[in-house]
């Protein structure tokens, strides 16, 4: 059993950052591929970014590549979205989920665990 609880969503203008962080309580936090969802008012929810066990691989939806970057620290037991460059259309909850597998997945299906969410606002 694993509890996510996310942290450091927020306001911030076009164009400004945000870190978001999603602490894991439970054992074996190094053995679960840790994933970001997001969803929007009226959207279903999406797949934003995962990262392995090991945090050697990652992978990311087209629409944040190049401006978010997911890692973990497996000794604190939390997962980082650092969120740059940021968009109003990136305006949304933001979700860390949690499955134990080696596959680094991007289907919402494929996780386990879920966070409360965190909102985040981006103003034009």
């Known amino acids: 059993q694993v509890q996510l609880v996310e942290s450091g969503g927020g306001m911030v203008q076009a164009g400004g950052s945000l870190r978001l962080s999603c602490a894991a309580s439970?054992?074996?936090?190094?053995?679960?591929?840790m994933a970001w969802f997001r969803q929007a008012p009226g959207k279903e929810r999406e797949f934003v970014a995962a990262?392995?066990?090991?945090?050697?691989?990652?992978r990311y939806a087209d629409s944040v590549k190049g401006r978010f970057t997911i890692s973990r620290d497996n000794a604190k037991n939390t997962v980082y979205l650092q969120m740059n460059s940021l968009k109003p259309e990136d305006t949304a909850v933001y979700y860390c989920?949690?499955?134990?597998?080696?596959?680094?997945?991007?289907?919402?299906?494929?996780?386990?665990?879920w966070g409360q969410g965190t909102q985040v606002t981006v103003s034009s």
């Open positions: 990262i392995s066990y090991s945090g050697i691989t990652t």
């Open positions: 989920a949690a499955r134990k597998t080696v596959v680094v997945v991007t289907s919402l299906y494929e996780y386990d665990y």
């Open positions: 439970g054992r074996s936090f190094s053995t679960y591929t």
